[in-house]
């Protein structure tokens, strides 16, 4: 097995200079005046104090009948023995992995992690956030993410993400979970949706089934529309409000529930902190994200109700009275219809746009600050 050895000295450039001055009985000045340089660059030079230039290599290479790429060398190792005295690579080494392990600079950012100023504050900073003790610990997730498909996530960020998300959800005290209450009440849950200042009530309704509600911003390549999991026997739903929009926050919401009616299998984030990886591995088969999602599809639209409108139309142009029409019918909000319209190709994406309304300024107080 090879190792690297470090010198105890490096002979400057200056010192090998003046042994081939001494050899040929040559002075400073003799120097100076061969290389047509001041006497005080070349009293720098052999000094150390300035260095050589790849111009200076070149002089000194036909002055003494050597190689510029010689001095260039001499030069080079000489500045990196001398850098390499007060080096910490350890520590180098030990930031580069946490920074590989969590978005760090995005979490400071967010003062999801704190300001640090040494290698070790960092490194216990990273372990607070995962909730482990030592960086030597294993630390493992089981989640349901809802991301957009064909992109690859980077599972750091996501880490983060539900991290954040389990740490405000810790902070919340729902009523016990009640699932056949939650399914018996759906639809009564789902008529809210026909007024989008309801929306501020979701929060509320969900902790009384015995549901963690978190809305936390997603962060940069995740791809998050929402997620589900468990803390202890309480589920946890948290949406990231990608797209604000009235259709996407009642999709992915619903979307979400089913999971977790349903019991659909989840996703796992391993992190083992003293090799600094992190991996995901997904245990949710597609077969279960499309049952979830047709699920959400018919709780928010009668699939029936939903048909007979499509055949009332059909040839027809998709005119907002129309649109608001069947939303009122369905108790839903117009958005609501338009998104499922705009999914389905019957609506271009750019018409009536001022339907989908946004849902985050009926959400202040609830979405996690930036």
Same mark, same amino acid.
């Given at each position: 097995m090879s190792r690297d050895i470090t010198p105890a000295r490096v002979s400057s450039p200056?010192?090998?200079?003046?042994?081939?001055?001494?050899?040929?009985?040559?002075?400073?000045?003799?120097?100076?005046?061969?290389?047509?340089?001041?006497?005080?660059?070349?009293?720098?030079?052999?000094?150390?104090?300035?260095?050589?230039?790849?111009?200076?290599?070149? /002089?000194?290479?036909?002055?003494? *009948?050597?190689?510029?790429? &010689?001095?260039?060398?001499? #030069?080079?190792?000489? !500045?990196? %023995? $001398?850098?390499?005295?007060?080096?910490?690579? /350890?520590?180098?080494?030990?930031? *580069?992995?946490?920074?590989? &392990?969590?978005?760090?600079? #995005?979490?400071?950012? !967010?003062? %999801? $992690?704190?300001?640090?100023?040494?290698?070790? /504050?960092?490194?216990?900073?990273?372990?607070?956030?995962?909730?482990?003790?030592?960086?030597?610990?294993?630390?493992?997730?089981?989640?349901?993410?809802?991301?957009?498909?064909?992109? /690859?996530?980077?599972?750091?960020?996501?880490?983060?993400?539900?991290?954040?998300?389990?740490?405000?959800?810790?902070?919340?005290?729902?009523?016990p979970f009640s699932p056949e209450k939650l399914r018996e009440d759906l639809p009564k849950i789902l008529r809210s949706s026909e007024e989008i200042a309801n929306i501020r009530n979701v929060p509320e309704i969900l902790s009384n089934y015995g549901i963690h509600f978190v809305l936390v911003p997603q962060l940069p390549k995740t791809y998050i529309d929402g997620a589900a999991f468990y803390i202890g026997n309480s589920p946890v739903i948290a949406l990231s409000l990608r797209y604000d929009r009235i259709d996407s926050f009642w999709f992915n919401l619903c979307h979400e529930i089913s999971h977790i009616l349903y019991g659909h299998g989840q996703s796992y984030l391993d992190v083992n902190l003293n090799d600094y990886e992190t991996e995901g591995k997904e245990a949710i088969s597609s077969d279960e994200e499309n049952e979830a999602n047709e699920r959400a599809r018919n709780w928010l639209i009668d699939p029936g109700a939903y048909q007979q409108f499509l055949r009332a139309v059909k040839g027809q142009y998709f005119s907002r009275q129309a649109i608001t029409d069947f939303a009122k019918a369905q108790h839903r909000h117009p958005g609501i219809i338009l998104g499922r319209l705009q999914n389905d190709g019957y609506v271009p994406y750019k018409n009536l746009r001022k339907l989908l309304q946004k849902v985050t300024p009926f959400l202040e107080g609830f979405i996690d600050c930036l």
């Open positions: 200056g010192r090998i200079i003046q042994r081939e001055l001494n050899a040929r009985g040559w002075t400073q000045t003799d120097l100076a005046e061969i290389i047509k340089r001041p006497v005080q660059t070349v009293n720098e030079i052999i000094r150390g104090n300035k260095q050589i230039t790849p111009d200076t290599a070149l /002089e000194l290479a036909a002055a003494f *009948g050597t190689s510029a790429q &010689l001095w260039l060398n001499l #030069e080079s190792n000489y !500045r990196l %023995w $001398l850098s390499s005295r007060n080096f910490n690579a /350890e520590s180098i080494q030990r930031r *580069g992995k946490l920074y590989t &392990l969590l978005p760090v600079r #995005e979490l400071v950012r !967010r003062e %999801w $992690l704190p300001p640090t100023k040494s290698t070790d /504050e960092l490194e216990q900073a990273v372990c607070d956030f995962l909730g482990v003790k030592e960086a030597s610990d294993a630390y493992k997730m089981v989640v349901n993410f809802r991301c957009s498909s064909g992109k /690859e996530p980077d599972v750091p960020s996501k880490l983060a993400w539900i991290k954040r998300v389990e740490q405000l959800a810790k902070k919340q005290k729902p009523q």
